[in-house]
């Protein structure tokens, strides 16, 4: 029987990646950079999970010109690159621009009452998922979760099922208990890695991801309620090797 939902944040809990790319333009401008992403170039740039990683990829592919950034260094530059991008994301999400994708908020209530365990499986940083559950769930929002994986404790990126295996571990529960929630193919794909059925809800960013792995691929959370999580996931477990 289901006993606990694994959330991915980005895309999943609320869609972010606007956000994130807004961000990331606007610490370029600062920095004083000439680079913009455009929305079809970060469409591209979401295949690489991580921030710095999207920034380093960029570097190397794109080229662009880094004299003047010379003397600083590259990991320094990305780093203060990555910081200044953080800022920028929390001051907006702070400012209210981001809610919960439709159904959420109500699937995770509705878990907390029957009794279910929650945990968090991203890649992203612990300070951007608490920015956006603070101002969605209040200052107690930690509490829901009994365990929280994250950019900081996973250093292999989805797609690798590292931050997947850590959040099952602190669990304490077998894969076949567990359904994972996730946007993209390299959560999917994550998830699966760690043996766990995913239920997918796709965003604008990844609507053309290959999503023939899932358990199922709903557009969002708003008419989707556990009962119907807890017949999807026992039919999963009969049909795949997840149990």
């Known amino acids: 029987m289901l006993q606990a939902l694994i959330f991915d944040v980005d895309g999943t809990l609320a869609d972010t990646e606007a956000a994130h790319c807004a961000a990331f333009n606007q610490a370029f401008t600062e920095f004083g950079l000439d680079w913009h ?78 009794g279910l365990k929650l945990a968090i499986a991203t890649t992203t940083s612990p300070v951007n998922i608490a920015a956006l559950l603070r101002n969605a769930m209040g200052a107690d929002w930690h509490a829901a979760f009994s365990a929280i994986g994250d950019g900081s404790s996973a250093t292999l990126k989805k797609p690798h099922p590292q931050v997947y295996l850590d959040v099952l571990a602190a669990l304490g529960l077998p894969t076949s208990k567990c359904l994972a929630l996730e946007d993209s193919n390299n959560g999917l794909r994550a998830a699966t890695a760690a043996r766990l059925a995913t239920l997918i809800t796709p965003t604008h960013y990844t609507a053309n991801d290959d999503f023939g792995a899932a358990m199922r ?22 049909t795949t090797s997840f149990a």
Request: glycine share 4%.
């Open 37 to 114: 992403w455009d929305d079809a170039l970060y469409t591209q740039l979401l295949c690489v999970t991580g921030g710095k990683e999207r920034i380093i990829h960029y570097m190397d592919t794109a080229q662009p010109a880094l004299n003047q950034f010379a003397l600083m260094g590259r990991e320094d530059l990305i780093n203060r690159l990555f910081h200044l991008k953080t800022i920028a994301y929390v001051r907006h999400v702070n400012d209210g621009a981001l809610n919960l994708r439709p159904g959420v908020l109500k699937l995770i209530n509705e878990a907390l009452q029957q």
């Open 217 to 238: 691929v709903v557009p969002d959370l708003a008419e989707v309620n556990l009962a119907q999580l807890r017949s999807w996931h026992a039919q999963s477990q009969q």
